[in-house]
């Protein structure tokens, strides 16, 4: 029987893959926009440091879900399921094919799989938690979440307040832990999704593209734009957007707790640990085909080909 929905595509992969290369010729070849999936992307002001798309690579292709936050507000993953969708929908109506790239697993499942109906955010009891920790240490409400959830402190590690302090809220909202909303029944998304993993064969060479991106946005000014994100009253160490791989490094860098060489090695082993991380959670995407964007090319356009035939 054949699948009525409309096509979208979903490029993902870990970082320094080679997504935003394949997603701007994509989404030329088939006048499209991309909708951006990446947790540090929506934050206006980071930009080297998230290898955010500059003005000559998005010079006329409309990127979607970049720069819709300032570094201190809050972005989570349902507002971007909801704001995934609403520009899917959108392209869809236009006759065109949604183009999906990012490395964030979170935001593509809460898009693909959809979110549970949880509690939406409570602004003081998630300031009261926040002061908590500062003031009890992250491990010590990790220590409690084990107690009221178990199955989410397995998943959530102690260093991650973020996700701590959600699980935590929800718990103290609903009286239920996170882990049974999350195992509630998802809908059916509305899209027919293909869905390739970019990822370099040898993990040698994804951990020197990591390296030679790292010493490139150097060049190109990083500790430069963190010192302006400092300078900003409002941005402290436990923002979201501040503990963004890389910029996490040079903020603490930059108030002199490493030095430049320390710096650098401390940043790369941070964003050699999220590619690991990233490939981890892609390994369950079991619908999802894995190629090298670098060896399998033709692969890639041919899969691309025979998915939008299937239409």
């Given at each position: ?10 490029l ?18 088939l ?19 998230s ?23 809050p ?76 199955s ?65 946005m ?16 409002r ?14 490094q ?28 990233q490939?981890?959670?892609l ?21 691309l ?7």
């Amino acid at each position: 029987m054949q699948d009525a929905r409309p096509p979208a595509i979903a490029l993902m992969g870990p970082t320094a893959s080679g997504k935003t290369a394949l997603a701007l010729d994509w989404a030329r070849r088939l006048d499209t926009e991309v909708i951006s999936v990446d947790s540090a992307l929506v934050y206006r002001g980071l930009d080297i440091g998230s290898a955010k798309p500059d003005a000559v690579e998005r010079a006329g292709i409309v990127h979607r879900l970049i720069d819709v936050r300032d570094p201190d507000q809050p972005y989570s993953a349902a507002d971007f399921a909801r704001e995934g969708l609403e520009a899917m929908r959108e392209l869809a109506a236009r006759g065109r094919i949604p183009l999906l790239a990012g490395g964030t697993g979170l935001y593509f499942r809460a898009l693909l799989d959809g979110l549970s109906p949880m509690p939406e955010a409570d602004p003081a009891l998630r300031e009261a938690l926040r002061a908590r920790g500062a003031e009890e240490g992250w491990a010590a409400l990790h220590a409690e979440l084990a107690r009221v959830d178990p199955s989410a402190a397995a998943r959530i590690h102690a260093t991650d307040p973020q996700r701590i302090s959600r699980a935590l809220e929800v718990h103290a909202l609903t009286g239920q832990p996170i882990s049974h909303w999350q195992a509630a029944p998802r809908r059916r998304f509305p899209f027919r999704v293909l869905k390739l993993v970019l990822a370099p064969a040898d993990r040698g060479e994804l951990h020197a593209r990591i390296a030679a991106r790292f010493d490139a946005m150097l060049a190109r000014g990083f500790l430069d734009e963190v010192r302006a994100l400092r300078a900003n009253p409002r941005l402290h160490a436990e923002l979201p957007a501040i503990r963004a791989v890389g910029y996490r490094q040079a903020w603490v860098h930059l108030a002199g707790g490493s030095d430049a060489a320390g710096f650098r090695e401390q940043a790369i082993a941070a964003t050699r640990q999220l590619a690991k991380r990233q490939l981890t959670w892609l390994r369950g995407e079991f619908d999802a085909r894995w190629l090298d964007p670098q060896r399998e090319r033709p692969a890639l356009d041919q899969a691309l080909g025979r998915f939008l035939a299937r239409g």
